[in-house]
């Protein structure tokens, strides 16, 4: 049984907490790390979460340096661009996944490493929602256990599809939010209905204002953290999320 950490965040704000400007004159100014006070932070976070599931194997993810939804929708995270990651970061990476029991996978990203990996007896543990599109076990910051059945992990699924996620850089559905995109899902029982209602929602938004509807095959393989059997490990790849087998793109529910 493995308890599976999508370390990523974490090494985020470790290694931005140990970053520090120095003036060196009036004109010159420098970042740097204390990359051992970042080393004391993220260990000390990781024994932390070891202690919320002592029986399973602590295993942290780590996503590639690139992933394949840069293909799929160009822009995707393009927002982050005018951001710089903070001093000694990747050198923070590279120590984690010498000191520690890592998972990486080419070409995806670390919710993703633990979507694939999670099987039926492990346990789950993120900063970010977007893991709640992952059906098992999940473990939060304090401890409570919560298990997101198939139909919760799908409705939060296709909720992403439609509200987008604009950390990650990727639109949705324009002016759709989780109430909006509630009521769009409203009746529905069986994720082909899921699909269906938010393929017309998209249908529609495009029939009004095509210059500003994203494709909704694009959205949605943005928004899919892959589950099991959607990677390839022998060609090292991602399996492109697609519609449920019977309902394809412009189809309706009678």
């Not at 996503?63 to 005018?82: A, E, I, Q």
């Not at 951001?83 to 990486?104: N, Q």
Request: aromatic letters at 10%; proline letters at 6%.
């Amino acid at each position: 049984m493995k308890l599976l950490y999508d370390i990523e965040p974490d090494l985020y704000k470790c290694a931005s907490g140990a970053e520090y400007e120095v003036e060196w004159s009036p004109d010159i100014w420098t970042y740097h790390c204390r990359i051992t006070d970042a080393k004391t932070a993220i260990n000390a976070e990781i024994n932390r979460i070891q202690k919320l599931a002592p029986n399973h194997e602590l295993f942290l993810a780590l996503g590639d340096r690139t992933n394949y939804r840069y293909s799929v929708y160009p822009r995707y995270k393009s927002n982050r661009l005018k951001y710089r990651k903070p001093a000694g970061y990747l050198s923070l990476r590279d120590w984690i996944r010498k000191t520690w029991s890592c998972i990486e996978l080419s070409n995806v990203e670390g919710d993703d490493v633990v979507g694939i990996s999670c099987m039926p007896d492990d346990i789950i543990y993120s900063r970010d929602k977007d893991l709640r599109t992952i059906p098992g076990f999940h473990i939060n910051n304090e401890g409570d256990l919560e298990e997101i059945s198939r139909w919760d992990a799908d409705v939060a699924f296709y909720t992403q599809v439609l509200t987008g996620d604009a950390c990650d850089g990727y639109p949705g559905l324009k002016g759709c939010g989780p109430k909006m995109a509630a009521k769009i899902l409203e009746g529905a029982n069986t994720e082909y209905e899921l699909w269906a209602k938010v393929n017309l929602a998209y249908a529609k938004a495009a029939g009004k204002d095509p210059e500003n509807t994203p494709s909704v095959l694009a959205m949605a393989r943005c928004a899919r953290i892959l589950r099991i059997g959607e990677y390839d490990k022998v060609n090292e790849k991602p399996l492109l999320w697609d519609p449920p087998m019977g309902l394809q793109l412009g189809d309706e529910l009678d």
